[in-house]
T-cell receptor, first 111, second 110 residues
Framework: KQEVTQIPAALSVPEGENLVLNCSFTDSAIYNLQWFRQDPGKGLTSLLL?????REQTSGRLNASLDKSSGRSTLYIAASQPGDSATYLC??????????FGKGTRLSVIA | DAGITQSPRYKITETGRQVTLMCHQT?????MFWYRQDLGHGLRLIYY???????DKGEVPDGYVVSRSKTENFPLTLESATRSQTSVYFC?????????FGPGTRLTVT
């Protein structure tokens, strides 16, 4: 059974710092991996999608990498801002099965 | 605008009542999902549907019923609400690659 782990569960950084959020999964036979952002009291917003054949995807200050063989993905946020404060969730998909989610990393960027 | 809508956004009901949460999408995506989100448990899959008239159980299906007579709608019914079903409920759709979430319904069972 696929399990997804996100470490740390919470992270607090000063504004302007570059940071890395980690996601690991137990079964490397994935179809794709998706990173989401969730603001308090809101729904999930898709940030980046990486197909199993890809190594990374970039969107603005965000860069997500995927190492399928080691069961790891990282989300890199450059020059963090207070507006980046949110919970970040990682989820993996195998074929036509539902996404399996990690429990998220709660990020606070302090001005 | 295209996307996913959920209604109601907030609902308070009493124990034992039947409640239906609605989910509507405008993309015609085949897959639709219902999740609940609770502190300490993260997101948990309740039911999902691969197409109209095809549904399957997720991790926590007990006490819930779904139907999908049309591609665009995926209602979730709590047949006899219990306090343990107080939660935030999210509907989602999946296109060929990416999954998208609705804004959520906050349900309180008193």
């Amino acid at each position: 059974k696929q399990e997804v782990t996100q470490i740390p569960a919470a992270l607090s950084v000063p504004e302007g710092e570059n940071l890395v959020l980690n996601c690991s999964f137990t079964d490397s036979a994935i179809y794709n991996l998706q990173w989401f952002r969730q603001d308090p009291g809101k729904g999930l917003t898709s940030l980046l999608l990486i197909q199993s054949s890809q190594r990374e995807q970039t969107s603005g200050r965000l860069n997500a990498s995927l190492d399928k063989s080691s069961g790891r993905s990282t989300l890199y946020i450059a020059a963090s801002q207070p507006g980046d404060s949110a919970t970040y969730l990682c989820a993996v998909r195998a074929g036509n099965t539902p996404l399996v989610f990690g429990k998220g990393t709660r990020l606070s960027v302090i001005a | 605008d295209a996307g996913i809508t959920q209604s109601p956004r907030y609902k308070i009901t009493e124990t034992g009542r039947q409640v239906t949460l609605m989910c509507h999408q405008t993309w015609s995506h085949s897959y639709m999902f219902w999740y609940r989100q609770d502190l300490g448990h993260g997101l948990r899959l309740i039911y999902y549907s691969a197409a109209a008239d095809i549904t399957d159980k997720g991790e926590v299906p007990d006490g819930y019923v779904v139907s999908r007579s049309k591609t665009e709608n995926f209602p979730l019914t709590l047949e006899s609400a219990t306090r343990s079903q107080t939660s935030v409920y999210f509907c989602a759709t999946r296109g060929r690659y990416e999954q998208y979430f609705g804004p959520g319904t906050r349900l309180t069972v008193t």
